[in-house]
């Protein structure tokens, strides 16, 4: 099992990313088991991939997700990095011994990954959000996100 060290994480987060066509607003999406999800990939100039998804209960708009993920090369999996949470469950932190009901961020730590936990589970209430795009916005603001160079004002003729 490969265990990604906390300053890994933090670089991961923090690396530059350009905001996908489609997820700001949200465009198109699938319905799937009373759920509508979409996914976007990010290929970083460095080389690192990443994905975004986007997950929304169809019955609760409280009950979503929104997921940056890594694409660790050579395995074929998802390490979530960093997940946004609606407040339609408990969460329960068992290291700190916290449990809660609102709006939560998960980070990835090395010491859930260390207890055999997903690289994930720790979570913290957040009142930075309230529905699924302040949720998205977050992302954008918190995890290295940045405007195409095509969005820039000197490339769509929208300057002040």
């Known amino acids: 099992m490969l265990i990604?060290?906390?300053f890994l994480i933090q670089e991961l987060l923090l690396e530059a990313k350009t905001i996908p066509a489609g997820l700001c607003p949200l465009g198109?999406?699938?319905t799937r088991n009373q759920h509508v999800r979409k996914e976007f990939d990010?290929?970083?100039?460095?080389?690192n991939s990443f994905v975004i998804s986007i997950r929304q209960c169809t019955l609760n708009i409280q009950d979503f997700s929104v997921i940056l993920g890594y694409r660790n090369p050579g395995f074929n999996s998802i390490f979530r990095l960093r997940r946004y949470n609606g407040k339609?469950?408990?969460h329960t932190n068992p290291i700190e011994d916290e449990r809660f009901r609102d709006y939560h961020v998960h980070t990835a730590t090395e010491r859930y990954q260390r207890i055999g936990a997903k690289e994930d589970h720790f979570a913290q209430v957040s009142t930075k959000y309230f529905n699924?795009?302040?949720a998205i916005q977050c992302l954008f603001d918190e995890c290295g996100?940045?405007?195409s160079i095509n969005d820039a004002p000197l490339f769509t003729g929208q300057m002040e």
């Open 4 to 6: 990604l060290q906390d």
């Open 28 to 30: 198109k999406t699938i």
């Open 42 to 47: 990010i290929i970083c100039a460095s080389g």
């Open 88 to 90: 339609s469950h408990y």
């Open 132 to 134: 699924l795009e302040s």
């Open 145 to 147: 996100f940045r405007p």
